[in-house]
């Protein structure tokens, strides 16, 4: 299981971003997916899940309206839309695979989100 | 919804047993049994270790174990080696497709 996250960078305030996240060794299409981030020295923040097919999108209630998750199946790829951005958006966000129990199973390695003007 | 309450560090001898606790409330880790634990370290991903409540991802060993009483999970790490000094985080289903996580607790081996 290989899952690579892209698209973070430095990026002002107000801005938009859209993170990516490439799957491989696994059946995409039929895994469920997870958007979690971690701001610097800090824990983990739930952020958004999505159906094996996209239909069914779930939002932290802190976040909702400024994410958006979805995929693309036939290329294998996971999307998260962060609409304006906030100094306190600044994180490395990870995208995992969700397993039973709502578990958060295999992880990537994250992408640095800097929002800073 | 909040985050579900760790306490900050936690420390233990090599060979020893630590516990870690993860207290929530009847909305998420009282109400359901979809807790789960991390382990995370410096500058890398999570790493999955226990999945509703007490299951072992494959690979994961037995010296982990979870359990949950009320609204209060726990982590157990028994025969303490150097090699477990991390942060651990809990998280438990929330209702309404939410999940939420626990601060993290550092765990340092003496």
């Known amino acids: 299981v290989q899952l690579v996250e892209s698209g973070g960078g430095v990026v002002q305030p107000a801005t938009s971003l859209r ?10 299409r039929t895994s469920a997916m997870h958007w979690v981030r971690q701001a610097p020295g800090k824990g983990l923040e739930w952020l958004a899940v999505i159906s094996y097919d996209g239909v069914h999108k779930y939002y932290a209630d802190s976040e909702r309206g400024r994410v958006t998750i979805s995929r693309d199946n036939s290329k294998n790829t996971l999307y998260l839309q962060l609409n304006s951005l906030r100094t306190d958006d600044t994180a490395v966000y990870y995208c995992a695979t969700r397993t039973f129990g709502y578990a958060a199973e295999y992880w990537g390695q994250g992408t640095l989100v800097t929002v800073s003007s | 919804q909040s985050a579900l ?20 409330t009847s909305d998420d880790v009282g109400g359901y049994g979809f807790v789960s634990w991390y382990q995370q370290f410096p500058g890398t991903a ?12 494959s690979g994961v060993p037995d010296r982990f174990s979870g359990s949950k009483s009320g609204n209060t999970a726990s982590l157990t790490v028994s025969g303490l080696q150097t090699e477990d000094e991390a942060n651990y985080y809990c998280a438990s289903y929330a209702g309404r497709n939410n999940l939420v996580f626990g601060g993290g607790t550092l765990l340092t081996v003496l």
């Open chain 1, 19 to 28: 993170l990516s996240c490439a799957a491989s060794g696994f059946t995409f």
């Open chain 2, 5 to 24: 309450t760790q306490p900050p560090s936690a420390s233990g001898s090599p060979g020893q047993s630590v516990t870690f606790s993860c207290t929530g």
């Open chain 2, 46 to 57: 999570p790493k999955l270790l226990i999945y509703e409540v007490d299951k072992r991802p």
